[in-house]
């Protein structure tokens, strides 16, 4: 298994040399769209991450950047009826390391004091395919606009989310965020669940190869944490194995 260092950089410690590097990363992962302005682009990365976001950097034993994730929690409304919010914004692994077991523990450190706090945790993302089949094998399953069957409160709160990400761009009818990236085309994956998978994402959000995202929600528990990490290590020691 190839080494692999995890360092945190909070909103006020991040770079523009570091912003730079990270927004780089990703243009090597998605496409901005045709109409897009790599410098407006950079701009709104930019601030996106310094509005609470830390970033989880991941680098090789050469100190190269391999992949990143931005992360922000907060806790939403009063009472009774308060919750904690964790909010993924850009998550990407290069190829080699995409199976490294730290990519869910460095999440599973992050999240487990948050579960002490008393209140529920829900994790928010919006998601491609490849990030919605990572995060549903991960999580005990999510939940989207396009779900038949959402409570009222699951509802209000993926609408809230997707309304802070998305701003003018999210779309409550169709429940998908337009955004400035188009994913490059995948083929259905190979393994059955897998694929069952991708055919879901796509009947939920036909239109991602135009550039729309999918919000998703998901409960974090301990058991929900436990079953991710141990999921994880079992991958990456078959991948290494393999």
């Excluded at 990365?45 to 190269?64: I, M, P, W």
């Excluded at 523990?105 to 395919?129: E, H």
């Amino acid at each position: 298994m190839k080494p692999l260092f995890p360092s945190i950089v909070p909103p006020d410690r991040i770079s523009p040399a570091l912003s730079l590097d990270l927004w780089q990363l990703r243009l090597s992962h998605m496409e901005l769209k045709a109409d897009v302005v790599p410098e407006d682009d950079f701009r709104k990365f930019d601030e996106t991450l310094r509005n609470g976001f830390k970033a989880v950097v991941f680098r090789c034993h050469r100190r190269v950047l391999q992949g990143f994730y931005a992360w922000r929690e907060r806790t939403i409304g009063h009472g009774s009826g308060a919750y904690v919010e964790v909010s993924f914004e850009y998550t990407y692994m290069n190829p080699a390391y995409r199976n490294h077991p730290l990519w869910a523990l460095s999440g599973a450190l992050q999240a487990l004091p948050l579960l002490l706090r008393g209140k529920p945790v829900f994790f928010f993302g919006l998601t491609y395919p490849g990030s919605f089949i990572s995060l549903h094998l991960m999580t005990a399953g999510l939940t989207t606009l396009r779900d038949g069957d959402l409570s009222p409160f699951q509802r209000a709160a993926l609408h809230a989310f997707a309304r802070d990400i998305g701003g003018a761009e999210f779309d409550a009818a169709t429940g998908l965020v337009k955004v400035r990236l188009v994913a490059g085309e995948r083929g259905a994956p190979r393994r059955a669940n897998v694929r069952r998978l991708f055919e879901r994402y796509e009947s939920l959000n036909p239109t991602w190869r135009q550039g729309h995202a999918l919000p998703v929600m998901a409960e974090l528990s301990l058991s929900a944490i436990a079953a991710a990490v141990s999921r994880a290590v079992g991958q990456a020691f078959a991948s290494a194995s393999s």
